[in-house]
Nanobody, 126 residues
Framework: QVQLVESGGGLVQAGGSLRLSCAAS????????MAWFRQTPGKEREFVAG????????MYADSVKGRFTISRDNAKSTMYLQMNSLKPEDTAVYYC???????????????????WGQGTQVTVSP
């Protein structure tokens, strides 16, 4: 079992930065692939970034490459998403997710992830 709690969302102007955190509890965190997704009203939840269990492998959606950085600290059971050069189109509820069935396979399909946080709102004003 893994419980996930996101924090760090808020309101920021375009061009600004935010860092999201995902605090995990449960013994499976350090051996799970983790990811960030986001969702806006009326749209499907979309993949943003993913990271393998030791952090050696990462994957990003094209829309955030070069602006967002995913990382994790297994000693603190926490995953991060550093978001720079934010744009209004980054506005969404951001969710962290865990795939406890793999340590190294990075999937963009949300159905591959079996644990989810409650989400944190990120709003980027023009």
């Amino acid at each position: 079992q893994v419980q996930l709690v996101e924090s760090g969302g808020g309101l920021v102007q375009a061009g600004g930065s935010l860092r999201l955190s995902c605090a995990a509890s449960g013994r499976s965190f350090s051996s799970a692939v983790m990811a960030w997704f986001r969702q806006t009203p009326g749209k499907e939840r979309e993949f943003v970034a993913g990271i393998t269990w030791r952090g050696g492998g990462t994957m990003y959606a094209d829309s955030v490459k070069g602006r967002f950085t995913i990382s994790r600290d297994n000693a603190k059971s926490t995953m991060y998403l550093q978001m720079n050069s934010l744009k209004p189109e980054d506005t969404a509820v951001y969710y962290c997710a865990a795939n406890s069935r793999t340590q190294v396979m990075l999937y963009q399909r949300k159905n591959e992830y079996d644990y989810w946080g409650q989400g944190t709102q990120v709003t980027v004003s023009p």
